[in-house]
C-alpha cells in the first residue's frame, strides 16, 4: 500500500533509534527502507539509486558505528543529504533593474500554468506592491484565455489579451511592448500547456522566450508527477532552459519526489508552491521542508511558523498566566480552539507534525465537531465554564438541550476538555506530551 | 476486453450501424497503433538499455534487477512490481521460464493479466444512462467528456446532453459548453457559480424529458484530500440516485498517465466517495507510461476503461490491456 513503506521507512529508523549501535546489516536494511519510501514517493529511480548510495557511504564513515546514538545520525544523514540535493537555501525570482520583469510561464497540460500566474501576480503584488500584468497567451485550450480574465483580474492584475485568433508569439510580444508602454512592474506570460515531445509546440515556447526575452522561465510542474517528471524537465531544459520551478497542488497527500528529480537532473531551483485553490495559497519553496516531506517526516517548521503568524503574543501571555494559575477554564479551552482553527483545516495541520501521519490514517478529522463544541460551551453559563466540576445532572441536561447536543456529548466534551487541561500543564512546565498516545486518546 | 468502441459500450438491441467499411477500421486502428509505438520509441533508447538487452540474455540477478526498475520507471509502483518479479522469479526456478523472448511474452501476458481487471466496458442499456466523471484539477475531465460524447453521437448514434457541473473553475462551463458545440450534443448549465448538485439534477432531468440515450456530468477538479469538495462530490451523486435509483451507471475517474503513486491514493478515495466503476487514463501521448494504473487495478481492481493518447478527437480510445501491457515494457 502506498504509505506502508514510508510507515516502514519511520519504523526502521525508529528501531535504529532505539538502539545503541548500528551494524553494517543496519545500514543495509535502511537502506532497503530509504530506498523503497523513495520511490514510493516518486523520486526517480536512477536519483534514488545515487542517493542511497551516498547516503550507505557515508553512513558507514568511521565515525558513525559505534557513536553514542548512530541512529540519530543515519536519519540526520538522510535528512541532511535530501536537504543538500533539494538546493539548501529558498530561491527568488531575478528581477529586472529595468522594469518590466518578464517572466514566461510554461509546462504539461494540466500542471497548473493558468492558476500559478493568477497566484505569482497575487504574490508579487503583495509581496512587493508590483504592478502586475498576465499575458494570455494559451490560444488553444477552450476558455483558457476566459480562465486568466477571471483569476487576473482576482489577483489584481491586468490581463493582456487579443482572443484566440492571433498567434501567440505575437500576443506576447505585443504584451510586452504594452507593459512597457503602461509601465507595469512585472508581466506574466501564462502559455498553453504542451507535452515535452510535441516539437512544433516547443518550438514555439522557443519562439515565445526569444520574442519576450524573459528574466525568469518558470517550469511548472504538478507535484503528484511520477517517474515521468524527469523527462518533461529535461526536454524543457533543453528547449527554454529553464529557471526555476513551481511546485503546484502540494497541498495534496502527495510526496511530491518530482521535486527532488527536478532538481536532480536539471539543477534548477524550486522557488515556489503552490498549496491550494485559493489564490493566496502560493508561497515560496523551502527546499529543506521538502525534503522533510518526502521522507514523510512531518513539516514541523510550515507548523511552527503558521502558529507564530496568526498567534497572539498577548493572549500567549494570558494562557500561561493562566495555566500556572491552574485556572484554564472552559472560555480559554474554546479560545484555544479558535486559535488552532485559525490556523487551517485541522487535517492539514495534522499532516504536518511528525508521526502523527500513521495515528490518523483512515480518521476523518470532522470540522463540524468543533461547531458542535461550540456550541456546548456556549450554553453554559460563565461560572460553569470556569469551573466544569459544577456540571452534574440537571445542568448537564440543560446544556444538552440548549446546545441541541445530547448529555453524552456534554460528558464527552468535559472529558476532553479535562485531558487537554493536562497535556497544557505538562506542555507549561517545559514537558512535550507524547502525540502518539494523544491522538490514540482523542480516537 | 474492449479493443473498439463498438466492443466497449454494451447497447441494447441490434448494433449501431457500421458507419464506416471495415478496411477504413483497420486503418485506423493501425494509426493508433502507430501512433502509441511513436510516443513510447520516444522513451525507448533509455529503457532499451536498462531492459530490453537483458531481457534476451540468461536469467540472473541483474535480469531481475533491471525488470524491477524498468517497471518502477513505468510508475507501477514497488508494491506491484515486486509482486510481479517475484512471480515470474518463481517461474524462472521452477524452470517453467527461461530468458529472452520467453521471458519478455510471459511478462506481457503477466502485465495484461493484473490489468485486466473487471468489466471494462461500459453499459447503455439504461435510457438515460448517466456517467459521472470525476478526478484530480488538470488530469482531463472535461477534455475526456468532450471527446467521449463525440464518439458517442457521431460513431455510436447516441443522443448525447453534457451536464457543466464544473461551477467552480473559472472557465470551467464554457469550456465545456465548446466541447458541446464541437459535438453537437445537448448542454445543461446553471446559473454562475450553481450547486454541482443542482446542474446534475437538471442535466439528467432534461435527458429524460428530451429522451436523451446518455447523460455525461462534469464535475470540477478536486484534490482527493478536500474533504468537503469531496463531499460535494458525494451529493452530486446522491442527487442523481435521488432521480434514478441505478444512476449514475457508471463512474468514471480521470487518472493523469503523468501521475505517479498518489494515482492509488486518488482512485482510493474517490472510490470510497463516489464507487468508480472504471478509469479514463489521459495524457498516454507523452513518455509517460501510466503505469500507476496497473497499480491500480492491482490494488483496487479498478478497471481502465478508456484512454487518452492526445488532443485530438480521435485520440480518445477504448483500453486494451495487452497493448498496454506491452507499452509499458517497450
Given amino acids: 500500500m502506498f504509505d506502508s513503506l514510508a510507515e516502514k521507512l519511520q519504523a526502521t529508523l525508529a528501531d535504529v533509534r532505539g538502539r545503541g549501535t548500528l551494524t553494517e546489516d543496519d545500514v543495509s536494511a535502511t537502506i532497503r527502507e530509504i530506498r523503497l519510501a523513495l520511490l514510493e514517493a516518486d523520486v526517480n529511480f536512477k536519483v534514488v539509486k545515487s542517493f ?4 550507505k557511504e557515508r553512513a558507514l564513515g568511521a565515525d558513525i558505528i559505534g557513536q553514542l546514538n548512530p541512529g540519530q545520525q543515519v536519519v540526520k544523514i538522510v535528512s541532511d543529504q535530501l536537504t543538500e540535493l533539494m538546493g539548501g537555501a529558498a530561491h527568488e525570482l531575478s528581477f529586472s533593474p529595468r522594469p518590466p520583469t518578464v517572466v514566461v510561464m510554461a509546462g504539461l497540460q494540466g500542471s497548473g500554468k493558468t492558476t500559478a500566474t493568477g497566484k505569482l501576480a497575487r504574490y508579487l503584488r503583495e509581496q512587493y ?6 499575458a494570455a497567451c494559451d490560444v488553444y485550450r477552450p476558455a483558457a484565455v476566459e480562465q486568466l480574465v477571471k483569476v487576473g483580474s482576482q489577483a489584481g492584475a491586468e490581463v493582456y489579451q487579443q482572443g484566440t485568433d492571433r498567434n501567440p508569439v505575437q500576443i506576447a510580444k505585443w504584451a510586452r511592448e504594452r507593459a512597457v508602454a503602461e509601465g507595469k512592474d512585472v508581466l506574466i506570460v ?3 500547456g504542451r507535452l515535452h515531445v510535441d516539437q512544433e509546440l516547443m518550438a514555439e515556447l522557443a519562439q515565445i522566450k526569444d520574442a ?15 517517474q515521468d517528471a524527469v523527462n518533461v524537465a529535461e526536454q524543457f531544459a533543453k528547449v527554454v532552459d529553464f529557471d526555476g520551478v513551481v511546485m503546484t497542488k502540494l497541498d495534496g497527500d502527495a510526496r511530491g519526489g518530482a521535486a527532488l528529480s527536478v532538481k536532480a537532473i536539471t539543477g534548477k531551483p524550486i522557488l515556489f508552491a503552490s498549496t491550494g485553490e485559493k489564490l493566496d495559497q502560493f508561497e515560496r519553496f523551502h527546499p529543506d521542508r521538502m525534503a522533510q516531506r518526502i521522507l514523510g517526516m512531518g513539516d514541523v517548521m510550515t507548523l511552527i511558523e503558521k502558529a507564530e503568524a496568526s498567534y497572539d503574543e498577548q493572549q500567549a501571555a494570558e494562557l500561561e498566566r493562566k495555566l500556572r494559575k491552574q485556572d484554564f477554564g472552559l472560555d480559554d479551552f474554546l479560545e484555544q480552539m479558535r486559535q488552532v482553527r485559525r490556523l487551517g483545516p485541522l487535517q492539514s495541520l495534522l499532516g504536518m507534525l511528525p508521526g502523527v501521519g500513521k495515528e490518523l490514517r483512515g480518521v476523518k478529522v470532522d470540522e463540524r465537531e468543533f461547531d458542535r463544541l461550540q456550541a456546548i460551551i456556549l450554553s453554559m453559563t460563565p461560572q460553569e465554564r470556569r469551573h466544569p466540576e459544577l456540571i452534574k445532572g440537571s445542568r448537564r441536561l440543560r446544556i444538552a438541550r440548549g446546545s441541541g447536543t445530547n448529555v453524552q456529548a456534554v460528558k464527552q466534551l468535559i472529558k476532553q476538555f479535562e485531558q487537554v487541561r493536562k497535556i497544557m500543564r505538562q506542555v507549561s512546565q517545559g514537558r512535550m506530551p507524547d502525540l502518539g498516545a494523544l491522538m490514540r486518546q482523542a480516537r | 476486453m474492449a479493443r473498439d468502441w463498438r466492443d466497449l459500450f454494451i447497447v441494447d438491441g441490434a448494433p449501431p450501424p457500421e458507419q464506416e467499411a471495415a478496411p477504413a477500421t483497420e486503418q485506423r486502428r493501425g494509426g493508433r497503433l502507430r501512433r502509441l509505438r511513436e510516443s513510447l520509441r520516444k522513451t525507448r533508447q533509455v529503457l532499451q538499455s ?10 540472473n540477478d541483474e535480469t531481475w534487477e533491471r525488470l524491477e526498475e524498468a ?4 510508475d507501477v509502483g514497488a508494491r506491484t512490481t515486486a509482486q510481479v518479479v517475484e512471480q515470474l522469479e518463481r517461474e524462472a526456478r521452477e524452470n517453467q521460464l527461461s530468458g529472452g523472448q520467453a521471458l519478455s511474452d510471459r511478462l506481457v501476458e503477466l502485465l495484461a493479466e493484473i490489468a485486466d481487471t473487471g468489466d471494462d466496458r461500459i453499459e447503455l442499456l439504461a435510457k438515460p444512462t448517466v456517467i459521472l466523471v470525476a478526478g484530480v484539477n488538470g488530469t482531463g475531465k472535461t477534455t475526456t467528456i468532450g471527446k467521449l460524447a463525440w464518439h458517442l453521437s457521431r460513431e455510436l448514434n447516441r443522443s448525447v446532453v453534457l451536464g457543466a457541473g464544473d461551477t467552480f473553475r473559472a472557465a470551467g462551463v464554457e469550456q465545456l459548453e465548446l466541447w458541446a458545440g464541437r459535438a453537437g450534443v445537448g448542454f445543461v448549465k446553471g446559473p454562475p457559480e450553481a450547486d454541482p448538485g443542482s446542474v446534475a439534477y437538471d442535466a439528467v432531468t432534461a435527458a429524460r424529458r428530451d429522451g436523451a440515450d446518455v447523460v455525461i456530468i462534469d464535475t470540477a477538479g478536486r484534490l482527493h484530500t478536500q474533504d468537503d469538495l469531496m463531499a460535494e462530490l458525494g451529493k452530486v451523486r446522491r442527487v442523481i440516485a435521488k432521480l434514478i435509483p441505478e444512476a449514475p451507471h457508471e463512474t468514471l475517474l480521470t487518472i493523469d498517465a503523468t501521475t505517479g503513486q498518489n494515482g492509488l491514493r486518488q482512485a482510493r478515495l474517490f472510490s470510497e466517495t463516489v464507487e468508480v466503476t472504471g478509469l479514463a487514463l489521459t495524457k498516454l501521448d507523452g513518455t509517460a507510461k501510466g503505469g500507476i494504473a496497473l497499480a491500480i487495478a492491482h490494488e483496487l481492481g479498478i478497471p481502465v476503461k478508456l484512454i487518452g493518447m492526445g488532443e485530438q478527437l480521435e485520440d480518445l480510445r477504448p483500453f486494451d490491456a495487452r497493448e498496454f501491457a506491452r507499452a509499458l515494457i517497450t
Fill in chain 1, 52 to 55: 542511497t548510495n551516498e547516503v
Fill in chain 1, 129 to 134: 506592491g508590483s504592478s502586475v500584468a498576465v
Fill in chain 1, 190 to 192: 501564462d502559455t498553453s
Fill in chain 1, 212 to 226: 519576450v526575452k524573459p528574466h525568469d522561465v518558470l517550469l511548472v510542474v504538478d507535484a503528484m508527477t511520477g
Fill in chain 2, 50 to 59: 536498462e531492459i530490453q538487452a537483458t531481457l534476451f540474455e540468461d536469467l
Fill in chain 2, 71 to 74: 517497471l518502477i520507471y513505468a
